[in-house]
């Protein structure tokens, strides 16, 4: 199991992450949502001893990996801007793949070059960017690691082929016990796919829950009633925003919803009352607005 | 480990077979210009050969330079350094790939020099090219982790190659602060001695053993452990090395001001040495110049006009320890600055000019520790195989302490010449040890001429002199025993050869009538006449030809030895014999 504590890096004087806490478990995928810039590649070079932390600990089955290097042959990166050595193609960077990591798979690989239909002896440089990520993801599944970190992944695919990403990658989670940390900017892929969430934001994590927990804490009530609401008489639901559209008031509160109900309903004549249900872009925005990002006005 | 060791060949060998492109295209380069263009043209392919060898240089570096630039992109970096191979490792097999293709591309060469039977010894030259190439090879990844970027890399493989050369640069520039503080102390004389017991740069590139010198032991251990330490290094450096850095010119910020601060000392280095004038002045440009330096590597290297608090401070603090050292220097020399040994402690001596001079003595005497009289014999050849006297008149010796004395005081000289050459005295005691010093002479038109003038005459007028500087006419023996084999041959002031039969004997009445009248009539110049080549006055003499005695005395290597006297205007005698107008 991956576990990040306390870590922290710097570039130069910026402050890129702050006391990062994240636990991945195995079997599980892991989504690692964040403004754009927040650090989530940072991150991950960071797991994968690319850059060194400053402060902090990575631990890999309860050991340090810092001192146990070894572990990382575990790993396997998928990084955001693709980088194949010069001239290579696909079976031939599967050769050298062969030689440094011990579970590569030949059998999967053939089989994942099929399903995806790519050809293995075009240079790879001279493929599409969706291509590169195909022969880039065939690879890492084909590694069997026990770690696996993919930035960005689905950027840039089509409908169809995303839905062969996740299909495939949705077995091998299952099938392997591996542990999928997935950095995405498409928050409904992730919402559909994803066990575990953390959300980056300015080199921190506002927030790291089970999707499905963190859909329950976080709820939004639309309601109408007689006179004019004011949310101050309902501190003790944490309401993280209020919205009037019309007569109809729409609040993000992380208290009790049906609390909520029966206290509006001793202050007011309560002419309408919905539970709506959120979905993870909604609780990214919302997470992001609470720490000031996105709440500009024009 | 076993596992890893196979992990580590399987790799080396994938990576060898990648570079089969690399190979091929270097083979093609090599045998054309090594072999094919010299068999076209039809000429001796010894020019190519060593061309062959530039191109391995050139070969070799480039791939160096590509085989690590994964270490200077980011998307690169982070594919192989997320692979399970260290990144130790990945440059290690690199280096010994390109070791590889060196080896190949020597083997070329040197089949080419086989297939055209070429004159030109490639192993001898072999002995430092194949070193410097393995260094090179070493230095190129070492200076590729310490770089951000490949251009960055490419430059400071050179500058890091180049590392002993600067530091003996630096060195030199802290001596000739020194020789411009303190009188009587030479750079050259002091660095000469530096190197030759402490700094022995021809060691560390091996270009003592250029010289039909065979390779031995210490070639092995110099050049091991020279890779040895720059393998420490890397693998030091690769732990350490801040990869958030790639793009930028350097990883490693503490490199980065290193280069910085030496290239803003060697380059005020460069210009004030070659610059005459105040030692306030030239310190003032020095340090411009240094700051001036360091300013522009700095803003060049971080990209910014507006260079960090902490670089100032760099810069201050080393600038602080250069002018310490320099000055814990000054304050060792300042005793020994008005050191005249008494006459009488003294064995031998030498006055004239600086330059070449002290290198032949300090070589000879380096390997005497006491002069008997067997070795002064030798010690005065080799003096007078460069044309300078050895004195051991004990006038002469008491004469050289008078204007050592007279120099101390006062190096000014009213000359009517634009250039004056500078004076060197070296004393040989009677104990063994040795007192060496330069006075650089100061063209000074108030200066007052008439006691140095009056004591160099005194040392030029000498018979020791004469006998010395003109033994081949004053020597009756030696005249007797070679006078068969005297040649002249005499050219008029145009560079004319002039034709007629010459009594040697006649002739040799006359110059020496000449020389021993030379400084009768005015002692006017003398000073500059004792600082010059051969004694004499050539710039204050008109030019007007000059006679050249070849004698076969077998003193040399060649057999004949050439002896030449310029027949300026006081060689009246002479000239009248010989006709000359």
Redesign the interface.
């Given at each position: 199991m991956l576990k990040v504590e306390n870590l922290s890096k710097k570039f130069g004087e910026f402050q890129v992450l702050s006391n990062i806490n994240i636990n991945p478990e195995s079997s599980q995928l892991y989504g690692l949502v964040g403004s754009n810039g927040c650090g989530k590649t940072t991150l991950l070079k960071q797991i994968m001893m690319i850059y060194k932390q400053d402060e902090g600990t990575i631990y890999y089955d309860d050991k340090e990996l810092k001192e146990n290097t070894e572990f990382l042959s575990d790993f396997y990166f998928v990084q955001d801007s693709l980088f194949f050595p010069y001239q290579s193609t696909l079976s031939k960077l599967f050769a050298y793949e062969k030689l440094l990591y011990k579970n590569m798979s030949t059998e999967k690989f053939d089989n994942l070059v099929k399903y995806f239909n790519i050809e293995i002896n075009k240079s790879l440089n001279k493929m599409s960017k969706g291509q590169k990520k195909q022969a880039a993801f065939v690879l890492a599944i084909a590694a069997q690691p026990k770690v696996l970190l993919l930035d960005e992944i689905v950027d840039g695919l089509d409908a169809v082929i995303k839905r062969k990403f996740w299909d495939v990658l949705i077995q091998e989670v299952m099938e392997n016990e591996m542990t999928v940390i997935i950095s995405s900017h498409d928050l409904k892929e992730l919402d559909n796919i994803c066990d575990k969430v953390g959300i980056m934001h300015e080199g921190k994590i506002l927030k790291e829950e089970n999707l499905e927990k963190m859909k329950d804490e976080i709820k939004r009530v639309q309601f109408a009633v007689e006179g004019e609401f004011n949310p101050d008489g309902f501190k003790e639901f944490n309401i993280i925003k209020s919205v009037k559209i019309g007569s109809i008031n729409i609040c993000t509160l992380t208290g009790n919803a049906d609390e909520f109900k029966q206290q509006l309903e001793k202050e007011y004549k309560v002419l309408l009352f919905d539970k709506l249900s959120m979905n993870l872009e909604e609780i990214f925005i919302t997470e992001l607005g609470g720490a000031g990002y996105g709440t500009e006005k024009k | 480990m076993e596992q890893r060791k196979n992990?580590f060949t399987?790799?080396l060998l994938?990576s060898l077979k990648?570079k089969k492109n690399w190979f091929l295209l270097s083979t093609v380069i090599i045998l054309i210009t090594t072999t094919l263009i010299p068999f076209i043209l039809g000429i001796e392919g010894e020019v190519f050969i060593a061309f062959g060898i530039v191109e391995i240089f050139i070969l070799v570096f480039v791939n160096c330079l590509v085989d690590n630039s994964f270490l200077h992109?980011?998307?690169?970096?982070?594919?192989y350094?997320?692979?399970?191979?260290?990144l130790k490792n990945q440059i290690f097999i690199n280096i010994i790939n390109n070791h590889i293709l060196t080896v190949f591309l020597l083997a070329l060469v040197l089949l080419s020099k086989t297939v055209q039977n070429s004159a030109i010894e490639l192993l001898e030259v072999y002995k430092f090219v194949i070193p410097w190439l393995s260094v090179g090879i070493f230095l190129s990844a070492l200076s590729s982790v310490l770089s951000g970027n490949t251009v960055a890399a490419g430059l400071m493989t050179i500058f890091n190659f180049a590392l002993p050369g600067i530091f003996y640069l630096i060195i030199y520039f802290m001596f000739s602060i020194l020789a411009d503080l303190i009188p009587g102390f030479s750079a050259d004389v002091l660095m000469e001695y530096f190197v030759d017991a402490f700094y022995k740069l021809d060691y560390i590139y091996l270009i003592v053993y250029t010289y039909n010198r065979t390779i031995d032991v210490l070639y092995f251990l110099i050049l091991g452990s020279i890779i040895a330490f720059i393998t420490l290094l890397i693998i030091k450096m690769v732990k350490r090395r801040?990869?958030?850095n790639t793009g930028s010119f350097m990883a490693f910020d503490g490199y980065k001001y290193f280069v910085a601060v030496l290239a803003s000392l060697i380059i005020p280095a460069l210009f004030t040495m070659e610059f005459y004038g105040s030692v306030v002045s030239k310190m003032t440009v020095a340090l411009l110049l240094a700051a001036l330096s360091y300013y522009l590597i700095i803003a060049i290297m971080e990209k910014a006009f507006r260079i960090s608090k902490l670089s100032i401070k760099v810069f201050l603090v080393s600038m602080t320890a250069f002018i310490v050292l320099t000055g814990a220097t000054v304050l060792i020399a300042t005793p020994y600055k008005n050191t005249v040994p008494d006459s009488k402690d003294v064995k031998v001596a030498y006055i004239g000019v600086g330059g070449w001079h002290y290198r032949v003595i300090n070589n000879a005497i380096k390997e005497q520790d006491v002069l008997d009289d067997e070795k002064l014999a030798e010690f005065e050849k080799r003096y007078n195989d460069i044309n300078a006297v050895l004195f051991k008149n004990k006038g002469n010796i008491e004469n050289i302490t008078r204007m050592h004395r007279e120099v101390l005081n006062n190096q000014g000289y009213n000359s009517q010449n634009s250039y004056m050459n500078n004076m060197t005295i070296n004393y040989y005691m009677n104990d063994g040890s040795m007192i060496s010093r330069e006075y650089r002479t100061i063209n000074d038109a108030n200066a007052e001429n008439k006691v140095k003038d009056e004591i160099a005459a005194q040392i030029l007028k000498s018979d020791e002199l004469k006998e010395k500087t003109y033994f081949y006419l004053y020597d009756e023996d030696y005249f007797q025993r070679y006078k068969d084999s005297y040649k002249l041959e005499l050219r008029d002031e145009s560079g004319t050869s002039i034709d007629g039969n010459i009594d040697m004997e006649q002739l040799r009445l006359h110059l020496i009538k000449d020389i021993d009248g030379m400084f009768n009539y005015s002692v006017d110049g003398a000073f500059e006449a004792l600082c010059s080549y051969d004694y004499q006055m050539p710039s204050m003499e008109k030019y007007s030809g000059y006679i050249e005695i070849s004698i076969e005395d077998g003193r040399n290597n060649r057999g004949k030895s050439y002896y030449s006297i310029n027949l300026g205007e006081r060689f009246v005698n002479t000239r009248e014999f010989l006709g000359i107008e």
């Open positions: - | 992990n399987s790799l994938y990648s992109n980011d998307s690169k970096l982070a594919y350094k997320s692979k399970p191979v260290s801040k990869n958030e």
